[in-house]
């Protein structure tokens, strides 16, 4: 099996309410060792959160968050 090796631009999370999508968070540094549906976590805000679609989540509230890596071109 082939493994096709991408250029690594980091990584971004993804922010669920009430297993509702509220939005995504790109540029962030990994934070924990799992990634992907495994490394999820509930996590309870600690400042403002502004997502990429403009959405804001507030100090206080809970979340579930999901971190997935972001890739760039392939690796020749």
Do not use: S
Not at 16 to 42: A, L, S
Not at 53 to 64: C, D, F, I, M, S
């Amino acid at each position: 099996m082939n493994k096709t090796e991408f250029t690594h631009l980091g990584y971004f999370k993804e922010y669920w309410q009430d297993n509702k999508f509220v939005g995504i968070v790109t540029g962030i540094e990994k934070d924990r060792e799992q990634v992907g549906y495994e490394g999820r976590k509930v996590e309870t805000l600690a400042n403002v959160v502004i997502c990429t679609n403009k959405k804001k989540l507030k100090p206080g509230q809970e979340v579930t968050t999901l971190l997935y890596p972001l890739n760039g071109k392939v690796v020749k």
